[in-house]
């Protein structure tokens, strides 16, 4: 499975990004796709997830603000983010999980985009 991500920028503080990752390859049987994120200095962290049910999850910090979806039809997950702040400065992480038959679990990662709130 490839990820492309794309739609990270430059944006003042209360203003709008939305994230695309398209997904390619052996996207048959994805379970979830969903957006990470990492600061300078941070660890890495679930952003939104959501899963082929339609079921989805949010960080704290982003419940309001962000909306994730996802188009089966074309494999892309999408990211809508709005009320942006300076702490969602971040390269975001588009991210696919897919079972395997052996009961583990394989995950892949799109190459980032990095999104800039500026105050």
């Known amino acids: 499975v490839q990820l492309q991500a794309s739609g990270g920028g430059l944006v003042q503080a209360g203003g709008s990004l939305r994230l695309s990752c398209a997904a390619s390859?052996?996207?048959?049987?994805?379970?979830?796709m969903g957006w990470y994120r990492q600061a300078p200095g941070k660890q890495r962290e679930l952003v939104a997830l959501?899963?082929?049910?339609?079921?989805?999850y949010y960080a704290e910090s982003v419940k309001g603000r962000f909306t994730i979806s996802r188009d089966i039809a074309k494999n892309m997950v999408l990211l809508q983010m709005n009320s942006l702040k300076p702490e969602d400065t971040a390269v975001y992480y588009c991210?696919?999980?897919?079972?395997?038959?052996?009961?583990?679990?394989?995950?892949?990662w799109g190459q980032g985009t990095l999104v800039t709130v500026s105050s």
């Open positions: 991210n696919a999980e897919r079972p395997e038959s052996s009961g583990s679990v394989s995950y892949y």
């Open positions: 390859g052996r996207t048959v049987s994805i379970n979830a």
């Open positions: 959501i899963i082929s049910g339609g079921s989805t």
